[in-house]
């Protein structure tokens, strides 16, 4: 989700100046590089609706980047240090006992450590600068054994982000370079690389990024989340990864909405996912065609339609709220139909419940009739509910109107239906404080609920991955992308956001 953020706002402010917006995978670690992540961050750009001017690697300037290391070498602002990597972790490490080795001599070592006849961790190349946080000769090169996905066994070391990324914008013409406030402390790195070898320097502005509760972005997190079972894959829709909340069924005009609310400020802040929920229910509240579901059936037979051999078709509107305007489909209606278990009573001493008990009549949505309870029919082995038998009487019929409507299903279809609360427990699941385990410790593991007998209308039959729809009184449901033919799997997308329609 803070990736959605910082596309809105690099490609957002390309749009509003005229200007053009590159991708750019930044390459430099030959270990960390998926081909999966390398199209899904693709794929994210274009679902939110952008297209890139044009896309490139950092591995596209390996060459132009060498030669650029040298040049620094050249003018005694880099040299080769040989202290191990443990030795440079933390802020103040010790300094470097070979900050003023000959140049000579760090460019015969560089060369070397190109040839690949250094090992892993014998050597870096750092430059001569104190970052602005005080860190003191940043690492430019590192030798890494380890083929690349695209320039193949052709390098043994690899450029760092802080050598690389200030100098691809150069060679790239890139006037903007925008980035969120954690890397506001390289930005002396940046623009002395550029000055230093003498190139033309970009502007690097950076802005607050996007924080939510209730989760983790972190990748190795994520990853940990995964190998530990708690989430299926990158695509659990219980994550706030993007394609997460793609297959949950969050419209990307609604994250795009929700990432122009946060605006663009250098103050840090923290957002609850209902904000984010709030932009996804003001979309879908008028994108998503309306259909009738019934998640906990209960069976329920009109008896005064015993004799009726073929059923009724109700034509119900897409969009009940713009009846005249909206398209409209259509939903049978037998003498066997299903309803909530919840929209059911036997206690009539609830003066608040206002839907079928024995005592008191109750609407069908479209239908234009109410039913009356007869008789409860109960299994003979458990006790247990097994019907309702009831008779149906016409809305217009009636001296006194139902108090409320509920919705039903007739001659449904048989689904599977996900419904997902949060991830974790705290607000902060990373914050030891609040969760003293880790983060692991704070999963709630009832998170997702399937199941498996729900009831959707037949106006869904057809319906594909990632279609979206509002079940009446029940909530925004997506399509999931387990769906096959015969067998539609819904992913709750979000609640409705007003649940009293249900009293």
């Given at each position: 989700?803070?990736?959605?953020?910082?596309?809105?706002?690099n490609?957002g402010?390309?749009?509003?100046?005229?200007?053009h917006c590159?991708?750019?995978?930044?390459?430099t670690?030959?270990?960390?590089?998926?081909?999966?992540?390398?199209?899904?961050?693709?794929?994210?750009?274009?679902?939110?609706?952008?297209?890139?001017?044009?896309?490139?690697?950092?591995?596209?300037?390996?060459?132009?980047?060498?030669?650029?290391?040298?040049?620094?070498?050249?003018k005694d602002?880099a040299?080769?240090?040989?202290?191990?990597?443990?030795?440079?972790?933390?802020?103040?490490?010790?300094?470097?006992?070979?900050?003023?080795?000959?140049?000579?001599?760090?460019?015969?070592?560089?060369?070397?450590?190109?040839?690949?006849?250094?090992?892993?961790?014998?050597?870096?190349?750092?430059m001569?600068?104190?970052l602005?946080?005080?860190?003191?000769d940043?690492?430019?090169?590192?030798?890494?054994?380890?083929?690349?996905?695209?320039?193949?066994?052709?390098?043994?070391?690899?450029?760092?982000?802080?050598?690389?990324?200030?100098?691809?914008?150069?060679?790239?013409?890139?006037?903007h370079?925008?980035?969120?406030?954690?890397?506001?402390?390289?930005?002396?790195?940046y623009?002395?690389?550029?000055?230093?070898l003498d190139?033309?320097?970009?502007?690097?502005?950076?802005?607050?990024?996007?924080?939510?509760?209730?989760?983790?972005v972190?990748?190795?997190?994520?990853?940990?989340?995964?190998?530990?079972?708690?989430v299926d894959?990158?695509?659990d829709?219980?994550?706030?990864?993007?394609?997460?909340?793609?297959?949950?069924g969050?419209?990307?005009?609604?994250?795009?909405?929700?990432?122009?609310?946060?605006?663009?400020?250098?103050?840090?802040?923290?957002?609850?996912?209902?904000?984010l929920?709030?932009?996804v229910?003001?979309v879908?509240?008028?994108?998503?065609?309306?259909?009738?579901?019934?998640?906990?059936?209960?069976?329920?037979l009109?008896?005064?339609?015993?004799?009726?051999?073929?059923?009724?078709?109700?034509?119900?509107?897409?969009?009940?709220?713009?009846?005249?305007?909206?398209?409209k489909?259509?939903?049978?209606?037998?003498?066997?139909?299903?309803?909530?278990?919840?929209?059911?009573?036997?206690?009539?001493?609830?003066s608040?419940?206002?839907r079928?008990?024995?005592?008191?009549?109750?609407?069908?949505r479209?239908?234009?009739y109410?039913?009356?309870?007869?008789?409860?029919?109960?299994?003979?082995?458990t006790?247990?509910?097994?019907?309702?038998?009831?008779?149906?009487?016409?809305?217009?019929?009636?001296?006194?109107?139902?108090?409320?409507?509920?919705?039903?299903?007739?001659v449904?279809?048989?689904?599977?239906?996900?419904?997902?609360?949060?991830?974790?427990?705290?607000?902060?699941?990373?914050?030891?404080?609040?969760?003293?385990?880790?983060f692991?410790?704070?999963?709630?593991?009832?998170?997702k609920?399937?199941?498996?007998?729900?009831l959707?209308?037949?106006?869904?039959?057809?319906?594909?991955?990632?279609?979206?729809?509002?079940?009446?009184r029940?909530?925004?449901?997506?399509?999931?992308?387990?769906?096959?033919?015969?067998?539609?799997?819904f992913?709750?997308?979000?609640?409705?956001?007003?649940?009293?329609?249900?009293?």
């Open positions: 989700i803070g990736h959605a953020k910082a596309i809105n706002i490609f402010y390309a749009q509003a100046n005229d200007g590159y991708l750019r995978y930044d390459d670690n030959p270990e960390k590089e998926e081909e999966r992540f390398v199209v899904g961050i693709k794929d994210m750009v274009e679902w939110l609706g952008y297209k890139p001017y044009k896309i490139t690697y950092s591995s596209d300037y390996f060459d132009e980047l060498y030669a650029f290391a040298v040049t620094l070498i050249k602002l040299y080769i240090c040989h202290q191990r990597p443990e030795e440079l972790k933390g802020f103040n490490p010790p300094p470097s006992p070979w900050r003023t080795r000959p140049i000579e001599e760090s460019l015969a070592l560089f060369e070397a450590m190109k040839s690949g006849k250094l090992a892993e961790g014998e050597a870096t190349l750092r001569k600068i104190t602005e946080e005080g860190k003191q940043p690492v430019a090169y590192r030798i890494k054994m380890a083929a690349h996905h695209r320039t193949g066994n052709k390098w043994c070391i690899y450029p760092t982000y802080d050598f690389t990324h200030c100098l691809v914008d150069s060679l790239e013409n890139i006037t370079s925008l980035c969120t406030k954690e890397f506001q402390t390289r930005r002396s790195a623009y002395w690389l550029c000055n230093s190139v033309y320097c970009p502007v690097q502005w950076e802005y607050s990024r996007l924080n939510v509760n209730y989760t983790v972190s990748k190795r997190k994520i990853a940990k989340l995964i190998s530990e079972r708690i894959d990158w695509d829709p219980r994550l706030f990864t993007l394609t997460a909340l793609r297959r949950r969050f419209p990307s005009l609604a994250i795009n909405n929700f990432c122009a609310l946060m605006g663009l400020t250098v103050a840090s802040a923290v957002v609850d996912p209902a904000m929920e709030a932009s229910r003001d879908l509240n008028v994108t998503a065609p309306r259909a009738m579901a019934v998640l906990s059936p209960i069976r329920v009109i008896t005064n339609m015993a004799n009726q051999i073929t059923p009724t078709y109700i034509e119900i509107p897409d969009f009940p709220s713009d009846p005249a305007n909206s398209a489909h259509m939903v049978p209606l037998e003498k066997e139909i299903f309803i909530e278990r919840e929209d059911f009573k036997e206690d009539t001493t609830d608040n419940f206002r079928l008990t024995p005592k008191q009549i109750v609407g069908l479209h239908a234009g109410a039913i009356e309870l007869k008789e409860v029919v109960r299994d003979p082995a006790g247990e509910i097994d019907h309702l038998e009831v008779i149906r009487h016409p809305i217009e019929s009636l001296k006194t109107k139902p108090k409320a409507f509920i919705h039903w299903v007739s449904p279809l048989t689904v599977e239906v996900r419904l997902y609360e949060r991830l974790f427990n705290h607000k902060n699941p990373e914050d030891p404080n609040e969760v003293p385990g880790g692991l410790s704070d999963c709630n593991l009832d998170s609920t399937t199941l498996t007998n729900a959707v209308d037949v106006s869904v039959k057809y319906a594909q991955p990632f279609q979206q729809f509002q079940f009446e029940v909530g925004f449901f997506s399509v999931d992308t387990d769906s096959r033919i015969g067998k539609l799997v992913n709750r997308t979000v609640s409705l956001k007003d649940s009293a329609g249900k009293n």
